[in-house]
């Protein structure tokens, strides 16, 4: 009794520690515009990275906060799930094992691998890290490790009280901060991800005709310098289509374009390629065309738009054609 009644009083503090950090946490995140604005942050990570892939700045968007919150879902939806998960695991195994815990002598385990994951992250966070795709599992090295250190150090006996106190404060404050790195990195590469898979397969968004009264000036290779030449013979067709008509209110007729989305008053439209391959960041243009009374927007599925059962119609839409 006498040997494992310090391991219980460590324990019993950190309990005791860890509920005083979590009723201070509900304390400061419980008012609704901290979650707010950490939804915000996220979103705009995930967006940012979205857009800078297409080349769109990320003003000319205009969103709105609620846009931003509702866009930082999928973003924060994996990493809650995952955290979520661990420390069910955690608590599950840890019941499972009951008192068979004390007969393995877990410290000088646990504080190795907390120095090592610790020392890691923080290498990988100082440096460049091994994988920009995966750097959010890199920003967590910080967090494994100052848990697995203070596991340790609850489970050893000759450590004082009211520094085991102060440990476990600052152990907490770094997972967290380490847990919002590793879930900013996710957002930024989640928002990359998914524009490269839409890239990927930009058909499968509607096609859009453009009718204006004014000449937009739009070249027909529709890539500015034209790095990409069309296929066909002769230079085959071209990536958009331009017509005027003798009268009507909008003279000026333009298809071929791919919509990208719609905010900020405006309409974000790429050429739809017309040679093999996804769309590239380097070789594609996007343009702004803003959304007044000037313009009118005809849309159709798009070529590659995968339908339903139910949701197929009585004949095909129509396409443009060279």
């Known amino acids: 009794m006498s040997e494992s009644a310090p391991t219980e009083t460590a ?7 860890g509920r005083r950090v979590a009723g201070a946490i509900v304390a400061v995140i419980a008012p609704v515009t901290l979650i707010t604005a950490l939804a915000y942050y996220f ?45 069910f695991g955690a608590v599950f195994l840890y019941a499972l094992a009951g008192d068979r815990l004390g ?22 966070l100082a440096g460049s890290p091994v994988s920009h795709d995966y750097a959010y599992l890199q920003a967590l090295g910080p967090a ?56 990927h397969d930009i058909t499968v968004l509607p096609s859009v005709a453009l ?5 937009l000036d739009i070249n027909p290779a529709g890539r500015g310098a ?12 071209p990536l958009i289509h331009v ?27 790429t050429p739809t390629p017309a040679d093999p391959g ?3 960041p380097a070789l594609d243009s996007v343009f702004v065309i803003p959304d007044h009374g000037n313009i009118r927007v005809q849309l159709t599925r798009g070529a590659d738009f995968i339908r339903a059962p139910l949701q197929e119609t009585a004949g095909p839409h129509p396409v443009f054609t060279c």
């Open 278 to 280: 996804p769309w590239h």
């Open 211 to 215: 009718f204006s009264k004014d000449d």
């Open 43 to 87: 979103g705009y990570r995930r967006e940012s990275a979205f857009a800078g892939y297409f080349g769109i700045d990320q003003g000319t968007l205009g969103f709105t906060t609620n846009d931003y919150v509702l866009r930082s879902v999928d973003a924060l939806f994996v990493p809650i799930t995952v955290v979520l998960l661990v420390a």
């Open 144 to 199: 494994v490790g100052v848990t697995l250190l203070l596991y340790a150090l609850a489970r050893s006996r000759t450590v004082n009280r009211h520094s085991l106190g102060a440990a476990v404060f600052v152990g907490i404050a770094v997972v967290l901060l380490s847990l919002f790195w590793a879930t900013s990195d996710y957002a930024t590469s989640r928002g990359r991800a998914d524009a490269r898979q839409l890239a």
């Open 103 to 124: 007969r393995v002598e877990l410290v000088p385990i646990a504080a190795v691998a907390g120095l090592c994951a610790l020392i890691l992250g923080i290498a990988l």
């Open 11 to 17: 324990s019993s503090l950190v309990g005791s520690q």
């Open 243 to 269: 017509k005027r008509f003798p009268g009507g209110a909008y003279p000026f007729a333009y298809s071929g374009f791919t919509l990208l989305l719609h905010s900020g008053g405006n309409y974000f439209l």
């Open 226 to 237: 034209g790095q990409r030449q069309p296929v066909g013979p002769g230079g085959g067709c």
